[in-house]
């Protein structure tokens, strides 16, 4: 019997697989073409669908196989990069239409059940809004079919090639330092010499070259003079545009300086870029030189900014430098810079060199190894110089043009420690044969250093520019928005620190589409352009609501009858149904379907109720202050023993300044669930009460006609009801009166009582009457007994004497003391 092997089997099924989806694909087609809502989708849609599950399909055989070349598997993961995107733009379409048609069927009701009759045109509306309802979300459901397909494979290229790479890392190859290499590198490298030598005079030498050059010998001439002189003159022509630029203002800043320093790159590089061109059209070179002439750029720009980014570190023309240097060091660092970008420029000219060679794997090892340990000591040996000045001193730098953020030193901090860990271990790997990773970690920390380096000086820069501009000089560099540049700078350069150690750009494209998808929520994908139009569309609402508040409170409501809490209360009320408008239309147009969260928000409620119970009742009750309006701003209110003037009413809690002028914040529940005395509820309204009392003796008629008279002639007491005097009664040391009377305005109810007091006692004096004040007389039961302990306690108090001993007060019995009479009566208080 004939066994079919598990290979044969999976690739059947798949085939099965492809043809049942291909008929359902075209089934589905036709039945959309049939319907004519979209008949725009043809032949070429069709077409388009059965490349692409030929390329689907071809994607799984090479997935299987693992066989193809890191490139090979790039190149496809490109082109089902491209299905997926047009397959999720095709999933999203059409989806406010398909609500609408679900939306009208669930007005018609559930179907009849099997055997019942449904009314013919009802029947009829129901059959037509269902076929339209498959017409739209056939498309869909083949897309987001495909979309996952595609998404999938996508996944499984990414892992082969990630295992891929991986596995080149930690492959442990010949050992750099066995000396049976050396010799076969050696030869390897003096043989390409050789060859690209005798190529360029092959070339030189040969007729067509030399016909070229004559055709076009003035441009090429031109050409190279110019580049020469962009070259050698490059940086000097910098420096005297500079002088020009400074005439413009910001002298001192640094702003110009920078622009220069760019200018010292951008030229020469740009000579660099005329020259190659130049030997390009003359086409001096065979082949190994045309693909190193293509690459000559990008060492020179490698070349270029490094010894540009040495200069900004620790230029000797800067008073502060960015780094902190010892005095005579400034020029070992440069050169140690420089030093790094030749390193890197040699490991790529290795790297060129191998790929056209196509060297063994222990001539690499040998001539990789030099340039790991030099870019090693060179790490190293810049270890031990200083880190960035975080905060420059006051004398040595008085134009503050050193400061960067303090942060942005610890990490580079950090990153100079990783770097001198690096220095010593990847030589140490690359002698064990681990090449590929000891690179790997190598070249790697030196751009890493380089980038975040670059970044503070960019920083300090974009610092100058800003205090240039807003004309706070180098205090600009303190400011808030200095730090936010970092941190924005900070972003911008994680992915170049990605790509840096090793991510492929379709790893940061496919995070980047994985970010703009979003996430799922029930029916609802809430991504970042989602998100970004809700903030949009409600800060728009916010700020309207905002702006007619200011309107209100400003200009309209002023001028009506209101009083000054209904007007609070309207401009409050109107700011919470204006930030709740501006939600829903922001939620709205963010096309986020609140029906699908309301699971969640039942969750939340029941949060909310357990965690946020007094927040919430504050809020309600705000709410009711403001509807309600028990007290409104401006009024005198008393609540839990403080006294004070209602300033804000807010959502959660009101604001009261009391008489000290200290603001106290009391929270709204205790308003609505409390007791609350409001003095200027309605008007302002209210009684004082002055207490008087005089000397028993006194007429108390002519007491009452002269306090009677003081109050009528204070200008804040009303006379209808007219104010009155209450004898209250038999004090203990005085006759009891109280002068009551109405205030046209309670809040100067301190002022009228202070008055009426001043104008009691002058009146009382003119007239005689006495103020009295509390008398108390002192009655001693048994003076005599008093007598005999105070003669013992002295007689004790001698013989303690003769016997050198201190003496101890007498503790005289209650029993035989008299007790103080505090109520004036003779028999004593026990």
């Known amino acids: 019997m004939h066994r079919i092997s598990p290979v044969t089997a999976i690739a059947w099924l798949r085939a099965l697989y492809f043809w049942t989806f291909t008929v359902l694909a075209a089934a589905f087609l036709v039945l959309t073409l049939a319907g004519g809502s979209l008949a725009q989708t043809s032949e070429r849609d069709t077409d388009y669908y059965q490349n692409w599950l030929k390329t689907a399909l071809r994607a799984e055989q090479v997935i299987d196989a693992s066989r193809a070349s890191s490139a090979a598997f790039e190149q496809l993961r490109k082109d089902l990069t491209g299905y997926r995107q047009s397959f999720q733009r095709v999933s999203g379409e059409n989806k406010q239409r398909i609500s609408t048609l679900e939306s009208q069927l669930a007005a018609l009701g559930d179907p009849p059940a099997e055997g019942s009759d449904e009314p013919e045109d009802i029947a009829a509306l129901r059959a037509s809004l269902t076929l339209q309802l498959n017409q739209l979300k056939v498309p869909r459901i083949v897309a987001e079919e495909a979309f996952r397909r595609a998404n999938g494979l996508i996944g499984e290229i990414d892992i082969i090639i990630r295992d891929r790479r ?12 066995n000396p049976e290499h050396w010799p076969g590198a050696f030869g390897a490298l003096s043989k390409s010499g050789r060859t690209l030598w005798h190529e360029t005079q092959a070339q030189i030498g040969n007729d067509t070259t030399v016909e070229r050059i004559s055709d076009d010998l003035p441009g090429i001439l031109v050409l190279l003079i110019t580049g020469i002189l962009l070259v050698l003159r490059g940086r000097p022509w910098a420096r005297a545009m500079g002088n020009y630029l400074r005439a413009f203002g910001a002298r001192g800043t640094g702003v110009w300086s920078f622009v220069v320093s760019l200018l010292q790159v951008l030229l020469p590089l740009l000579g660099v870029l005329v020259l190659t061109t130049a030997v390009d059209l003359a086409g001096i070179l065979g082949v190994r030189g045309t693909l190193m002439l293509e690459n000559l750029p990008s060492w020179a720009f490698i070349l270029l900014t490094f010894h540009w980014l040495g200069e900004q570190l620790v230029a000797s023309r800067r008073e502060v430098d960015l780094v902190s240097v010892g005095e005579g060091r400034r020029g070992e660092v440069r050169l140690m810079i420089d030093m790094l970008a030749a390193v890197l420029v040699l490991q790529d000219v290795l790297t060129q060199f191998n790929l056209l060679e196509n060297t063994s794997q222990e001539t690499s090892a040998v001539l990789a190894f030099p ?101 706070q000089g180098q205090a600009a560099q303190d400011s808030l928005l200095f730090v936010g540049i970092g941190f924005l700078l900070a972003l911008l350069a994680l992915p170049l620190l990605a790509l840096i150690w090793g991510a492929r750009v379709a790893d940061l494209t496919e995070l980047w589409s994985t970010f703009l998808a979003g996430f799922q929520i029930g029916d609802t994908r809430i991504s970042p352009m989602a998100f970004l139009s809700f903030v949009v569309v409600f800060a728009a609402g916010y700020g309207l609501t905002r702006l007619i508040q200011s309107s209100l409170r400003n200009s309209l409501l002023p001028k009506t009858k209101i009083d000054p809490g209904g007007q609070n209360a309207i401009v409050s009320g109107l700011g919470y149904v204006g930030i709740f408008l501006a939600a829903l239309v922001a939620i709205s147009m963010a096309g986020l379907d609140l029906s699908s969260l309301a699971i969640v928000a039942g969750a939340l409620s029941v949060g909310i109720g357990f965690g946020l119970q007094t927040i919430v009742s504050n809020f309600v009750s705000g709410i009711i202050l403001l509807v309600e309006r028990p007290i409104s701003k401006g009024d005198w209110i008393e609540v839990g023993g403080l006294m004070g003037y209602v300033r804000d009413i807010s959502v959660r809690s009101t604001r009261i300044e009391t008489f000290d ?54 200008p804040m007491v009303l006379m209808k009801p007219a104010p009155n005097v209450v004898f209250q009664g038999f004090g203990a040391d005085s006759l009891d009166f109280e002068i009551r009377a109405i ?88």
């Open 661 to 714: 002028r200290s603001d106290v914040i009391v929270p709204n529940s205790d308003l609505i669930t409390g007791t609350v005395t409001n003095y200027t509820r309605g008007n302002t309204v209210g009684r004082v009460i002055v207490p008087v009392g005089v000397a028993y003796g006194t007429d108390p008629r002519q007491v009452e006609a002269i306090l009677s008279e003081i109050a009528r002639a204070h």
């Open 166 to 177: 991986t596995k080149r890392l930690l492959e442990r190859g010949p050992s750099p330092l």
């Open 371 to 471: 340039l790991i340990v030099a870019a090693a000591l060179i790490l190293l040996r810049l270890q031990k110089y200083g880190s960035l000045n975080s905060k420059p001193d006051a004398e040595a730098d008085p134009d503050g043009e050193g400061r960067i953020a303090a942060g942005a030193s610890r990490i580079i901090a950090l990153v100079r420690q990783g770097s001198y860990l690096l220095g010593f271990v990847a030589p140490v790997l690359a002698a064990l044969g681990y090449v590929n990773a000891a690179e790997a970690l190598i070249y790697p920390a030196i751009n890493t250093l380089f980038l975040l380096t670059a970044l503070a000086v960019v920083q300090r820069f974009a610092g100058d520019l800003y205090g240039w501009l807003s004309g």
């Open 743 to 830: 205030l046209r305005d309670v809040n100067w109810v301190l002022s009228v009582k202070s008055d009426l007091n001043y104008e009691i006692v002058a009146r009382f004096a003119a007239e005689g009457i006495e103020i009295p004040y509390a008398q108390r007389d002192l009655w001693i039961r048994n003076p005599e007994a008093l007598g005999a302990l105070a003669a013992t306690a002295a007689a004790e108090a001698g013989t303690t004497a003769e016997n050198g001993n201190m003496p101890k007060p007498a503790q005289p019995d209650l029993e035989d003391l008299g007790q103080a009479d505090t109520d004036g009566d003779a028999d004593g208080d026990k």
